[in-house]
């Protein structure tokens, strides 16, 4: 019984945060398996950094670097990818896709002697030309890409201008790109989602300094603009013994923002909340021979998906009414991989994407999907006292 008044009490505080994760009804339906691995390009000398996205006409689109080199390929619904296309010198792409439909990129790059953040947008069939999103006198680095509900772009992105760095952020509205620092927000690495309510969420990772004045350890941060303003920086991950790195951040429908990350290199770490709200984080998963780069989305019907690389092994997860399912392995051929890159399809369910090196100059970029659920009948968590 005091269980129960205790989970009440709970949702009572949160406004309903502990059902955040989930939509108010989950179905009981049968788990799709992931597709055997596909190629989506083979035989590269070098590669790094894939991202993944589909438009609204089930198109799959893929951005990679390779050598400081942006390429681009695309797979139009029930035929094969085609073949990589140079799009732009630069590194760190990040895709988008706005309102309308329209996929946007953005990436870094050397130019005049400063790396900044440039924006292409894809329009029948060719890319635009880069438009310089930052304009600042530091370096511009590790950008992210996010579209609001509005057709508006949110760009968040690494900067020492200030002589340390900091976290900047632009919007662009269909003309010209604004750039200013986040305030509250020194640190590294940012991932940034914007919610159906237009909240832009900014997740992040900085050091915080130890009592004895050493440079301490990876936290990871959130702050949120409503309105206009940025609320105070939260830490989300709140430990004092071990690095927490490789935030990123997604939202659902209900405007609750979703952060993932891993801490000490081994356990994937995920919270949830919004405005100053954000409960204990929870552990996903361990990683048996360490976790890097967790990714994270919401699907249409408000699941979350979470993958992450273990070295020679994709894990991915969902959320479930209690947490978490157990991790499930995506079977990859021998050889090492990274970066994994995680979006949502246009029919309700996930692909995931990495790079796989099989020696040195023999990189491939692979991906897997998992179908959408059949739904069967729903059930709805009830509580019963007696």
């Known amino acids: 019984m005091r269980n129960i008044l205790r989970l009440l009490l709970t949702i009572l505080l949160a406004g309903g945060g502990l059902l955040a994760r989930l939509p108010a009804a989950r179905a009981d339906a049968e788990v799709k398996p992931w597709s055997a691995p596909f190629a989506i390009a083979t035989g590269l000398s070098d590669a790094a950094r894939p991202a993944l996205a589909y438009t609204p006409d089930g198109r799959a689109h893929a951005l990679w670097e390779s050598a400081g080199t942006i390429y681009y390929a695309a797979r139009p619904t029930g035929a094969a990818w085609t073949g990589a296309v140079r799009v732009a010198a630069g590194l760190s792409p990040a895709l988008a896709v706005d309102s309308n439909g329209v996929l946007h990129a953005v990436f870094a790059n050397q130019f005049l002697g400063n790396y900044d953040i440039f924006h292409i947008t894809l329009r029948e069939g060719g890319w635009s030309l880069p438009v310089n999103v930052s304009r600042t006198y530091g370096v511009s680095v590790s950008p992210a890409l996010a579209a609001g509900p509005d057709g508006a772009l949110f760009a968040a992105w690494m900067d020492n201008s200030p002589g340390y760095w900091t976290i900047y952020m632009g919007n662009w509205q269909g003309g010209f790109w604004s750039s200013n620092a986040v305030p509250h927000a020194r640190g590294q690495s940012p991932s940034i989602a914007v919610s159906a309510q237009g909240v832009v969420f900014l997740a992040w990772q900085d050091r915080l300094p130890a009592a004895d004045g050493s440079?301490?350890?990876?936290?990871?941060?959130?702050?949120?603009?409503?309105?206009g303003a940025w609320t105070l920086a939260i830490n989300v991950s709140d430990t004092a013994v071990t690095d927490s790195i490789g935030a990123h951040i997604a939202v659902t429908p209900n405007g609750f923002g979703h952060v993932a990350w891993v801490d000490g290199g081994q356990a994937v770490r995920y919270a949830f909340g919004k405005g100053y709200y954000w409960p204990d984080p929870e552990t996903?998963?361990?990683?048996?021979?360490?976790?890097?780069?967790?990714?994270?989305?919401?699907?249409?019907?408000?699941?979350?998906?979470?993958?992450?690389?273990?070295?020679?092994?994709?894990?991915?997860?969902?959320?479930?009414?209690?947490?978490?399912?157990?991790?499930?392995?995506?079977?990859?051929?021998?050889?090492?991989?990274?970066d994994v890159a995680l979006t949502r399809t246009t029919t309700g369910g996930v692909t995931v994407g990495w790079v796989q090196a099989y020696y040195p100059g023999n990189f491939s970029i692979l991906a897997s999907s998992q179908e959408g659920e059949q739904h069967g009948r729903l059930w709805v968590p009830l509580i019963m006292f007696p």
């Not at 350890?217 to 702050?223: D, G």
């Not at 994709?314 to 090492?336: F, H, K, Q």
């Open 215 to 227: 440079t301490g350890l990876f936290e990871i941060y959130n702050s949120q603009r409503i309105a």
């Open 284 to 338: 996903v998963a361990l990683g048996a021979g360490g976790a890097r780069g967790p990714r994270i989305v919401a699907t249409n019907d408000a699941l979350l998906h979470l993958a992450w690389d273990e070295g020679d092994a994709v894990r991915v997860s969902r959320s479930n009414s209690l947490g978490w399912d157990p991790p499930a392995t995506i079977p990859v051929s021998a050889g090492t991989l990274k």
